[in-house]
């Protein structure tokens, strides 16, 4: 299987949104303002087609496999400047649908580019995909001038450490998201 990493495009939004839902769990939730599942994959295909909030596809690459056009993974990335102008607008939007507004809390430094969300569909794990996006990540960040790439993890999840370390990550400082706790993780590049 031959796959290629491309940047997101609106009419992705059908076959991202579970997988941002996926790497997302109940953030998810806050992120839309719903609870029910449909209705939140429903509003993350939403906020996928705008344009000022994290989830974008504007700030989306996809990996797809080239056979059958399926989408096998996403990763969703900004430089940490711009995470506040990001936040606003989503904060804008839930404000316009009435959901309960919590606050947002910022994810990265200003001189970071940050990886916001990272998923790969569950019938493409192990075939290291999450890799190459993750040093596609490295590409998009150095393009744009960055000499840090970073990310947070949940204290918890071993595994996703384990392969963030193996790539040049290191856990900087521990950080919170939504009263939970997650390890800050940054990679100097080259």
Not at 89 to 99: I, T, V
Not at 113 to 133: E, N, P, S, W
Not at 182 to 190: E, R
Request: include cysteine; hydrophobic fraction near 40%.
């Amino acid at each position: 299987m031959t796959i290629q990493i491309r940047k997101a495009i609106v009419e992705d939004a059908h076959q991202a949104a579970p997988l941002i839902y996926e790497a997302l769990g109940e953030i998810a939730n806050r992120l839309t303002g719903e609870s029910e599942v449909s209705k939140i994959l429903e509003q993350l295909q939403v906020l996928f087609k705008r344009t000022a909030n994290r989830h974008s596809f504007l700030n989306t690459y996809v990996a797809v496999n080239n056979v059958n056009k399926n989408i096998l993974g996403i990763i969703v990335l900004y430089n940490g400047e711009d995470g506040a102008k990001l936040d606003a607008g989503l904060q804008q939007w839930l404000e316009q649908k009435n959901a309960p507004i919590s606050t947002i809390d910022a994810e990265a430094h200003p001189d970071e580019f940050y990886i916001d969300t990272i998923c790969v569909h569950q019938d493409a794990r192990g075939l290291g995909i999450g890799t190459k996006l993750l040093l596609y990540a490295e590409e998009v960040a150095l393009s744009q001038g960055y000499s840090k790439l970073s990310l947070n993890v949940e204290t918890q999840k071993e595994d996703a450490q384990r392969l963030y370390k193996r790539l040049g990550f290191t856990i900087s400082e521990p950080w919170t998201i939504i009263n939970e706790p997650f390890f800050h993780m940054v990679k100097k590049l080259n």
